[in-house]
């Protein structure tokens, strides 16, 4: 038992550490901490420029542009007994105004990066053929390199073969079989008419 649980326990924390060490893991924490900077800065340009200029058209805040539903209630002492209740609108018109500036940057950002990719795919498809062409052509060219070498080889070592240098003299042709065996028949005879040593005797 406590052997299945150790290989339970590192078998998890491998896959922790693979989990961890995924690109996508990786990609994802940078995209968070980037989203968050790029939010502070948001929300820096809607409520230090844009609040203010709004604030200024209008002639007030946002924050005060409410509907009343029910009025506060408010003591002798002047402390609020019963808070009033309030539609917000104005906060509603200002995290509309930050979502409409966070898609239209966001926007723009992924539509320059898109075009820059595009840009690159098509750059890299004219390399890319323009490349095949120069293999097509380099192939041509040394198959005709061959095909002329191939065609300058050959009618040179043929004449070589065929002609006869001058004033060579013309080989005989061998014996046939039949005048070699003629030829031996007569060798016999003669050796069968003169023996050796028989006219010494």
């Not at 005709?144 to 002609?163: F, K, L, M, R, S």
Request: no cysteine.
């Amino acid at each position: 038992m406590k052997k299945h649980k150790k290989k339970e326990k590192s078998t998890f924390w491998k896959d922790f550490k693979a989990f961890i060490s995924r690109g996508n893991v990786v990609d994802l924490a940078v995209a968070v901490v980037v989203g968050a900077a790029f939010t502070a800065i948001v929300n820096s340009v809607v409520n230090d420029i844009i609040k203010p200029l709004i604030a200024l058209l209008v002639g007030g805040d946002f924050s005060e542009l409410v509907i009343v539903l029910r009025e506060a209630t408010v003591g002798a002492d002047g402390e609020v007994l019963v808070e009033a209740i309030t539609l917000n609108y104005g906060n509603l018109i200002m995290a509309i105004l930050t979502f409409l500036i966070d898609a239209f940057v966001i926007f723009t950002v992924l539509r320059i990066v898109r075009r820059a990719q595009k840009k690159m795919r098509e750059a890299a498809e004219e390399l890319r053929e323009k490349l095949k062409q120069r293999e097509a052509e380099e192939e041509k060219a040394a198959e005709a390199a061959e095909g002329a070498a191939a065609q300058e080889e050959t009618p040179a070592a043929v004449p070589a073969v065929q002609e006869e240098a001058p004033g060579a003299q013309p080989v005989p042709a061998a014996p046939t079989v039949e005048e070699l065996l003629a030829e031996i028949r007569d060798l016999l005879k003669e050796g069968r008419a003169h023996p050796d040593g028989g006219d010494k005797k």
